[in-house]
């Protein structure tokens, strides 16, 4: 059995929590505990489904976009996982292709073990669940439906009449029908009948099945995706598969249900009474957080006169007087403030910032060094993620650290790279690696920008952790 977890998005939904370069799946969202920071929604989806890899020896199987490999293989391992396989994407296509990528690499790794167990339980990364024994016990009858040759996909008991999710119209295991949002009034009336559940985006079937059913009612999105999956780079070591981004351009862009779901005869639902979330707003997120008696949420102190219904996240202190129905998101480059009621709203905001401001979109504060500037795009107790900017003809010094790692991966540009007694170029979507000790260099010795995500591994990843060897800027 393969777990199957899509890892794509473009960190719309929660800005500014959530950025292009780090979506919320790999942000620290919920509240912490006992003063430790929360796990990711990413580390969550793995930690529940754990229970799979003891009872039937299931791999984990990640789709994600190639900028985030190395923040999902970190991720992974600060909780204890090895990932099997990482398929990379350069260009996110929807949730079609990514499964038909899924399926595709299954079937090609049971025909060359023989295996027999195709099975697939294709989850997003970025839902949060509770109820864990009610989880399983969905998970377990929608193995036992996949494994009769049955399209697997999950409902979940509504909670409230949520204009936000799609519905199913199942009786029992029988699908009906798909559902797109639908209106307030529509959904009022859905949950007074017990056939119609929330279309959660998570499936359960056999690879091969999958891949029949997807040739016969989707066969230009089955050639396609077969033909960018046949031209994909196989790194064994680093267990990835990264798809060509010149065809991977020219696949559909177009969502599971559209393309199979909907048109095939042999899709089943499981119903699940599980607490679920999908984290999909601010609103959405609020839930998760415990309020004071005028239901006003805060991830920190909250110093209130008259205010009620409000959710603020702030790494600082906030007093608000007469405020209602606010939510107030406070990062260090960007503060949020929307009304309740409008969080779906937020992504056309980050639609116009990307015209305006399209960096902040896409990182947080940068911190400007002489050769350019870094910001830290995420920090944790053993590792740290930040892109950096090297201006043309600029150059950091030659240097060494003695409590970390350091990966490299170029978004834009081409460097020149030192490694110890080795020169070389890196260019866009390509990586390398510097052991702790090792005396390095990044180099842009051309005329546009050159921007990569360093990811920072060690016990200690202070900044003073840095012996400088020679430098143009006089800091040797």
Not at 2 to 22: A, D, N, Q, V
Not at 192 to 198: A, E
Not at 459 to 469: F, K, T
């Amino acid at each position: 059995m393969t777990i199957s977890i899509l890892c794509g998005g473009s960190g719309t939904r929660l800005f500014p929590l959530s950025r292009e370069l780090l979506p919320k799946q790999f942000v620290s969202l919920l509240p912490s505990q006992d003063g430790a920071p929360s796990h990711s929604l990413f580390q969550e989806t793995l930690l529940r489904n754990a229970f799979l890899q003891s009872s039937l020896n299931a791999k984990i199987q990640v789709i994600t976009n190639e900028n985030h490999y190395f923040i999902a293989k970190d991720q992974a391992k600060e909780c204890g996982f090895d990932i099997d396989e990482f398929i990379l994407e350069s260009i996110g296509k929807n949730t079609a292709p990514a499964l038909a990528m899924a399926a595709l690499s299954v079937c090609k790794d049971s025909k060359n073990t023989q295996n027999t167990d195709d099975i697939i339980l294709a989850l997003p990364s970025d839902h949060l669940i509770k109820d864990t024994l009610l989880y399983q016990k969905a998970i377990d009858e929608a193995i036992i439906l996949a494994k009769k040759g049955f399209l697997v996909t999950f409902g979940i008991t509504p909670t409230s009449a949520h204009t936000g999710y799609g519905y199913i119209k199942a009786n029992k295991n029988n699908v009906e029908q798909f559902i797109e949002k639908p209106t307030l009034q529509k959904a009022q009336e859905y949950i007074k009948q017990k056939y119609y559940l929330w279309n959660s985006g998570m499936f359960c079937f056999s690879a091969e099945v999958f891949l029949q059913e997807l040739c016969t009612h989707a066969n230009d999105v089955y050639q396609s995706c077969k033909a960018v999956f046949e031209s994909a780079r196989e790194a064994k070591e680093e267990h990835f598969l990264r798809l060509d981004s010149n065809l991977s351009e020219k696949l559909p862009n177009i969502s599971i249900d559209y393309a199979l779901m909907e048109k095939s005869q042999k899709v089943m639902c499981v119903q699940g009474d599980f607490s679920w979330n999908d984290v999909g707003s601010f609103e959405s997120l609020a839930n998760e957080y415990p309020t004071d008696n005028a239901h006003n949420a805060s991830k920190n102190a909250f110093v209130s006169k008259d205010c009620a219904n409000n959710f603020i996240l702030s790494n600082k202190l906030v007093a608000g007087v007469g405020i209602e129905d606010l939510m107030i998101i406070d990062e260090s480059d960007c503060l949020l403030i929307a009304k309740k009621g409008r969080a779906q709203e937020v992504k056309d905001i980050v639609a116009t910032l990307k015209d305006s401001h399209p960096e902040l979109t896409k990182v947080h504060r940068l911190v400007h060094r002489p050769w350019g500037s870094y910001g830290v795009l995420l920090e944790s107790q053993n590792y740290k993620i930040k892109q950096i900017i090297v201006k043309p003809k600029g150059r950091l010094s030659l240097q060494k650290h003695y409590h970390r790692n350091e990966h490299w991966i170029v978004v834009s540009g081409s460097g020149l790279v030192t490694i110890g007694e080795k020169e070389f170029f890196l260019k866009a979507n390509e990586s390398t690696y510097i052991p702790m000790g090792e005396v390095h260099r990044l180099e842009n010795p051309g005329t546009l920008p050159l921007v990569l995500i360093e990811v920072q591994m060690g016990e200690y990843l202070g900044e003073d952790d840095i012996v400088r060897l020679n430098d143009d800027y006089q800091r040797a």
